[in-house]
T-cell receptor, first 114, second 114 residues
Framework: GENVEQHPSTLSVQEGDSAVIKCTYS??????FPWYKQELGKGPQLIID?????GEKKDQRIAVTLNKTAKHFSLHITETQPEDSAVYFC?????????????FGAGTRLAVHP | SQTIHQWPATLVQPVGSPLSLECTVE??????LYWYRQAAGRGLQLLFY??????ISSEVPQNLSASRPQDRQFILSSKKLLLSDSGFYLC?????????????FGPGTRLTVL
């Protein structure tokens, strides 16, 4: 079955620096790759996603890139701010059963220091 | 509105006691619904999903069960809780539109089994 690996598990940056989180997936048929931000004690919030027919997508300070050949996708946050501190999860959606299953990475705890 | 409600927000239960967690969603009818569990500091594990009333699929064998008595209601239950059932339980939905994989999460229920 699909497996998603996420690195690093923790990331510490200074305010204003960039942060990059990387994920790899195993099922080459996966076609949808969302990223979620989870603040302490809350449910994950979808922040950006990308589908397999595009290589890059940007929304203000966040961007996601997808390399289908290498089965990699990455989250890029520029000009980080303290409120970006949270746990970030990547996920991949294999084509399976028609119920939109998501396989999640283990998460990255991002700390942005003022 | 595609709001997801979860009740209760927190719960402390003794080992061996029963459990009932409720998820209700607003908005588009006939959504796909999901139950996830998140252990402390860990990723999200899919427990159950439902594509319609009375239709439940289990992803992992466990001490829990799920039911969907109404289109917008998804319930997670147990007859006898174990210590290992402690965690953060999240309900999620997709809109069941063609090609729509986007999953949105509720606020979660934190369960502590003592």
């Amino acid at each position: 079955g699909e497996n998603v690996e996420q690195h690093p598990s923790t990331l510490s940056v200074q305010e204003g620096d960039s942060a990059v989180i990387k994920c790899t997936y195993s099922d080459s048929a996966s076609n949808y790759f969302p990223w979620y931000k989870q603040e302490l004690g809350k449910g994950p919030q979808l922040i950006i996603d990308i589908r397999s027919n595009v290589g890059e997508k940007k929304d203000q300070r966040i961007a996601v890139t997808l390399n289908k050949t290498a089965k990699h996708f990455s989250l890029h946050i520029t000009e980080t701010q303290p409120e970006d501190s949270a746990v970030y999860f990547c996920a991949a959606s294999p084509i399976s059963g028609g119920y939109n299953k998501l396989i999640f990475g283990a998460g990255t705890r991002l700390a942005v220091h003022p | 509105s595609q709001t997801i409600h979860q009740w209760p927000a927190t719960l402390v239960q003794p080992v061996g006691s029963p459990l009932s967690l409720e998820c209700t969603v607003e908005g588009t009818s006939n959504p796909n619904l999901y139950w996830y569990r998140q252990a402390a500091g860990r990723g999200l594990q899919l427990l159950f999903y439902s594509v319609g009333i009375g239709q439940i699929s289990s992803e992992v064998p466990q001490n829990l069960s799920a039911s969907r008595p109404q289109d917008r209601q998804f319930i997670l239950s147990s007859k006898k809780l174990l210590l290992s059932d402690s965690g953060f339980y999240l309900c999620a939905r997709t809109l069941r539109l063609a090609g729509d994989n986007e999953q949105f999460f509720g606020p979660g229920t934190r369960l502590t089994v003592l």
